[in-house]
Structure formats: structure tokens, C-alpha cells
């Protein structure tokens, strides 16, 4: 056997293995389809893994031909004992007998994998005579038979009994599961078509396997003469002949002479290489050198070819779903947080203004709160201030709005956006605003030159002012949780979004620590006429009760005139995104006011957006499609490591010879 066979071996099995215990788990946790190649994986199981099951690597050698042509005698030889009956009776070997290497079959369980073709386990062999007898195959250790072969002796395929052909059928199981032939023929058969029609179908209608011949003829017959009839039998049994008349398939030719002293046992058959094919070999030699991995290859490729493509294909497959459910599960949570802001229709202004002028007092400068606490104040800004703070309290004409009325406002803007999003997820194309260059926008542009032009690829709509809109379809792991929201009870639906609209109005009772942080960098770059103006930020707690105040996003920086503007980041991806609201002209801010309470107020609009858009994302994830999410969750993704070893196992199957 090759110093390389061995690695080659393992690397055979190795891939097919991981194929075997990865892609199918792939397969399913990416919901993709297999449809389009469902056999591959019975054909690895079947028939490609149980030729590789050992951990050494080993091929079956099966001795097989007509009656009375020394295939047992050329058996017992090349096991080194007598395990088969060998006489001068056509027909006496009725069952197969097995002979391996003591570390190859070291039991019935290791005998009973190697031939799991075969429809009857393996029985020890106790002596010759069994063979005699019909029954479940037999096998034997021998040291003398190398490693990597087992031998196999077969009952002749041209007898039987009451005209039936019986040894043939016992005989066929165990043909079909050998990996290499040899097949013995005489000078009065070697032209039967019985024999050449049965042995033809047997090496041809399963992918062709290596064979060797061995023509037992008379001494009289020169080396020409039996070459010429050997040639003529290859034909019969493959018709593929190459330039020299010989195919492929032939890796051995020999003649055995006629021999009473062998017929009787006094003497081993000596098999004679012929032909440029046997290259002088004896057939011990021939056989320890046979490359295992490739004869392996050679005998299972049409499994093989099939499995590698069956198998790449689903690969494919389950690679484009797990990308596309990855797509899906970003856009989906873009356009939960778009839906959240839609939601978000009014700022509580007032508690923004009271609690952002708490803290900012509290940070104030040791001097600036003592000055406070004894009324010694500058008597003139104070007053001034003060009537700003009033002034502000005009900004909505109308009565001031209730609690009561933003948390009612809040939930009927929520529900809007629920029916919306739950609207798209059933029609199985989500449809998300972004940025050309938003991480979103660009992942669908990839993919939809990976994956082409189709109705389940991405794609992405060009808007004006850099804007797009990215298509996101649904993969086919979410068809049954898709379908699930038609089931919905949306009266429950509706209650638990109404509580989350309860508890998510006003502001985060938790964000003082970040709006401290925000007043503590706002004062370190005031300059000194805004530290002189610095009451003006405690003014603000006698704010008249507004607890909401509507505002517009925009997607350009606008021109302000009066009104408060708010530079938003992190907000669906889009990093250029303002709010704007707008101060009546009777507000009675100048520039510089407006200016400060803009630059007070960005901190609280900033983090207030971006946790109600999170806790409304969530409670728009949990109401409507909690199942959905999970499946997402769950899904695999395209980094997924198991992705690299398949494709390692399928580059290894590709690319060996």
C-alpha cells in the first residue's frame, strides 16, 4: 500500500464524516429547503460511510468465478491456511468465507460493519467443512493476509441445484460489496456469455471497480495466445477498451498453469504476470500495493459525485438563508424602532426642562448655589430669566395637556404603528428607510449581487437627499411563525401595548447619572457671558406645567428661525437625523436663549428618544412577534464555524484526484 494511502484514507472518511454530523443540523436550523437534494445524505450513510468505517484503511477483495476454476485453492494460498474446501467438485463452496488480518476483524461486530451489504451477520469460522454447507458468511483471522485487504472466497456463480443458478444469488450479496475483483476463468469458459454477461453486469451496472484477471490454461498456450483470450474477457465485461485494448478497470493479468500436483493440494497456485499492465508484479505484491483511498474513491464515485453535489448544494443553500434570515433579523429591528418612533409622537417637555434645570443646579459651582440659597442673586437677570421661563410656557396655545392625555396619545400612536409592522411581516417583505450608506443598505446591495436578481433577494430603492429604501425579504425558516400572526388575539395584543404606553410616558426615571455627565460637559464649555447667565438655567424649574410638545424629524439640518433643534445619532441608522420644535414668535426668546435652552435640552431629547424607542422596540417584539423573534434568535448565522468545516470537507471531496 502507498506510504500516503493511509492519510489520503482518513481524509476521505474525515470529510464524509463531517458532512454526515454537520450540514444536515445546518440544513435545518437555516430553514433551508431540500428538496433539490435529498439523497445525498442517504447515499453517504448507505453506501460511502460504511466503506470507510474502519479505522485503518481496508479494501474487500473478493476471488470469484465459474465452477471449478481454483478460486479456493488461490484462496487458501493467499490467506495461508486452508479455510476454504478446495477439491476437484464444481460447486463445493456454498457460503463466503472471509480471511483478514487479525487487527482488521477482530470479532463479529468488526466483521459484521466491514460487510454491512450483506443480509446475514458474519459467523466465526471453526473449520474448512463449514464452507461446505449453506449458511451466513464466515470469517477467519490470518496474519498472512495484509492489513488493509480482507479476502473473500465466493461459491461459484454457474451452479446450483434443480436447474437453478443457487450459488449465484449466494454469491451476488457479497460481488456487489467487494471493492476489487479477482476473477479466475479457464480456456473452456473464458468465452461463455452466461459467465462474461453476469460478471459485466455485475462490474458495470454499479460504476465499474478494479479488477484482476487470471486465466488458468494449459503450458502449451504461449503468453500471446492467453493475453489475446484475457484481452477478449476485459472487453466482454467492461467494453470501454482504451488505445492498448485494455480498460481501465484491469489493474492485473496473469495466467496459472494446469496443475494436478495444485488440484490436489501439493502445491500453491503460482499465479505468472502478463501484460505491460502488471508490470512484472507477483500477485501478493500487486495486492499490497493496491492505493486504498483511491480504489475507495474509484469504486464510490457515483456516490461520491453525488453526494459532493447534493451535499454543496444544500451548503449553498443553507449559507444564502442563514444571510438572509441574518438581514432579516437587522432590517426587522430597524423597522421596530422605526415603528416605535411613529409611536412617539409628543416630548414631555416639562419634565425634560424641570429635571435637566434640578440637576444643572446641583452641579452649579460652590459660590453660585450659596449665592442662591441667600437670596443674594443679582435682583435684574433673575427677573429677566424668570419672565423667560414664563414666555416659554406659551408655546402651546391651548390648555395644558394632561397625563392622563399623553399616556392616550402614546398608546393610539402605538397601536397605529403595531397594526403597520405586523401588516409587512405577513406580507413577507419588510420595507426599511435608511441611509445609502447605512450598514443595512449596503449588507443588501452585497447581497443582492451574491445571491442575483430573484424575488426572495434584497433589494434597495433609491429616495432623494441620500436616502433609500431597503427591501428586506423573509427567509423560509419564518414561514410557519409568519403565518402564526393571522392566530393572534390582537385584543391582547392591544391591552399589553396600552400598559406599555402607561409606563413609557414621561421620562426614564434612571437617566439622572447620564443627564449629570451631560450638564457637567455642557458647563466645562461655557465661556464667560454664559457662567454670568447661569440662573437662567434655575429659572427654569417655575416652567408652566406643558407636558408635551409635538416635534418633526427631519432628515436635513433645517433652518431654525425660533425653533429648538436636536441632533440625533443611533437612531435607525440614520447618523444625519434632527428633531425640530418649534417656538412661536410671541415666545419672546432671543438667539442666545434659545441657543442655551437648545444646548440644555439635547441631553434629555437624546437619551429620552433613544430609551423609549428601546423599550417601545421591545414592547412592539414581545406583543406582536415574540415567536418570530425566537426563531431568529435561534437561527444559525453566516459565521457560524460548522459554515467553514463543510466547506473544508467539500473542497477536500473536490479536489482529490
Known amino acids: 500500500m502507498p506510504a500516503n494511502a493511509n492519510s489520503a484514507f482518513r481524509a476521505l472518511r474525515d470529510s464524509l464524516r463531517t458532512l454526515r454530523d454537520v450540514l444536515p443540523a445546518l440544513v435545518k436550523e437555516s430553514g433551508a429547503s431540500t428538496d433539490d437534494a435529498s439523497d445525498w445524505l442517504e447515499r453517504l450513510e448507505h453506501n460511502a460511510l460504511p ?101 473473500v472466497d465466493t461459491p461459484d456463480f454457474d451452479t446450483g ?34 459467465n462474461t454477461a453476469f460478471m459485466s453486469e455485475l462490474v458495470g451496472g454499479i460504476g465499474g471497480r478494479p479488477t484482476i484477471l487470471i486465466y488458468r490454461v494449459s503450458r502449451v498456450a504461449d503468453d500471446s495466445l492467453a493475453i489475446e483470450h484475457c ?21 492485473g493479468v496473469y495466467r496459472i498453469h494446469e496443475s494436478d500436483a495444485v488440484a490436489r493440494g501439493e502445491h500453491a497456485p503460482n499465479p505468472l504476470p502478463l501484460t505491460a ?63 416605535a418612533l411613529q409611536g412617539l409622537g409628543s416630548f414631555p417637555a416639562r419634565e425634560a426642562l424641570q429635571l435637566t434645570a434640578q440637576l444643572f443646579s446641583q452641579t452649579s459651582p460652590t459660590h453660585v448655589r450659596v449665592l442662591r440659597g441667600i437670596g443674594r442673586t443679582v435682583g435684574a437677570p433673575l427677573r429677566a430669566v424668570r419672565a423667560v421661563g414664563r414666555q416659554i410656557g406659551r408655546w402651546i396655545d391651548s390648555a395644558p395637556i394632561e397625563q392622563g392625555d399623553l399616556q392616550e396619545e402614546l398608546a393610539h400612536d402605538l397601536l397605529l404603528a403595531a397594526n403597520g409592522l405586523r401588516n409587512d ?38 429616495l432623494a437627499r441620500g436616502l433609500v429604501n431597503v427591501h428586506v425579504p423573509a427567509p423560509l425558516l419564518l414561514e410557519n411563525e409568519r403565518m402564526a400572526l393571522t392566530e393572534q388575539d390582537w385584543s391582547a395584543v392591544t391591552a399589553r401595548l396600552s400598559a406599555s404606553a402607561r409606563a413609557l410616558a414621561g421620562m426614564p426615571r434612571d437617566i439622572e447619572g447620564e443627564l449629570i455627565e451631560a450638564a457637567t460637559s455642557f458647563r466645562q464649555g461655557m465661556n464667560w457671558r454664559q457662567r454670568l447667565r447661569e440662573t437662567f438655567f434655575a429659572s427654569l424649574a417655575v416652567v408652566p406645567p406643558i407636558l408635551g410638545v409635538t416635534y418633526t424629524l427631519l432628515t436635513a439640518d ?100
Open 51 to 151: 466503506a470507510l468505517s474502519f479505522e485503518h484503511p481496508t479494501l474487500i477483495v473478493a476471488v470469484c468465478g465459474g465452477g471449478s476454476t481454483g478460486k479456493s485453492t488461490l484462496f487458501n494460498s493467499l490467506a495461508g491456511q486452508e479455510l476454504s474446501l478446495a477439491a476437484f467438485r464444481a460447486g463445493l463452496t456454498q457460503r463466503v468465507v472471509l480471511a483478514a488480518h487479525p487487527d482488521t476483524v477482530a470479532g463479529p461486530a468488526a466483521a459484521g460493519a466491514l460487510f454491512h451489504r450483506l443480509e446475514q451477520a458474519p459467523l466465526a469460522w471453526t473449520a474448512a467443512d463449514l464452507a461446505g454447507q449453506p449458511g451466513p458468511p464466515l470469517f477467519a483471522s490470518s496474519a498472512n493476509v495484509p492489513p488493509h485487504l480482507v479476502l
Open 231 to 251: 484481452r477478449h474477457v476485459a472487453q466482454q465485461l467492461y467494453d470501454r477498451p482504451d488505445a492498448d485494448g485494455w480498460p481501465s478497470e484491469v489493474v
Open 425 to 462: 411581516l405577513l406580507s413577507g417583505h419588510l420595507v426599511v428607510q435608511t441611509q445609502a450608506n447605512d450598514p443595512l443598505a449596503q449588507r443588501a446591495q452585497m447581497l443582492a449581487q451574491r445571491l442575483g436578481e430573484s424575488e426572495h433577494a434584497p433589494s434597495v430603492e433609491r
Open 161 to 194: 441445484d434443480g436447474g437453478e443458478l443457487a450459488n449465484r444469488r449466494r454469491a451476488l450479496p457479497i460481488l456487489r460489496t467487494a471493492e476489487v475483483l479477482i476473477y479466475l476463468f479457464t480456456n473452456t469458459v473464458y468465452n461463455n456469455r452466461s
Open 558 to 657: 433645517p433652518v431654525t428661525g425660533s425653533g429648538l433643534v436636536f441632533h440625533i445619532e443611533g437612531i435607525l441608522g440614520l447618523n444625519d437625523l434632527w428633531a425640530l420644535v418649534s417656538i412661536p414668535a410671541s415666545a419672546g426668546l432671543d438667539e442666545q436663549d434659545r441657543r442655551q435652552l437648545q444646548a440644555m435640552l439635547q441631553p434629555a431629547f437624546q437619551v429620552w428618544l433613544s430609551r423609549r424607542v428601546a423599550g417601545l422596540s421591545q414592547a412592539l417584539a414581545d406583543s406582536i412577534c415574540p415567536r418570530l423573534m425566537r426563531r431568529l434568535e435561534s437561527a444559525t448565522t453566516p459565521d457560524d464555524p460548522r459554515f467553514e468545516r463543510v466547506e473544508g470537507a467539500l473542497t477536500q471531496l473536490e479536489s482529490a484526484p
Open 277 to 339: 499492465i502488471t508490470a512484472e508484479r507477483s500477485l501478493t505484491q500487486l495486492l499490497q500495493e493496491l492505493d486504498v483511498a483511491a480504489i475507495k474513491r474509484w469504486v464510490l464515485d457515483d456516490d461520491l459525485s453525488r453526494i459532493t453535489t447534493g451535499a454543496r448544494w444544500q451548503h449553498r443553500e443553507a449559507l444564502r438563508q442563514a444571510e438572509l434570515a441574518a438581514f432579516y433579523r437587522q432590517g426587522l429591528e430597524t423597522a421596530l424602532r422605526a415603528s
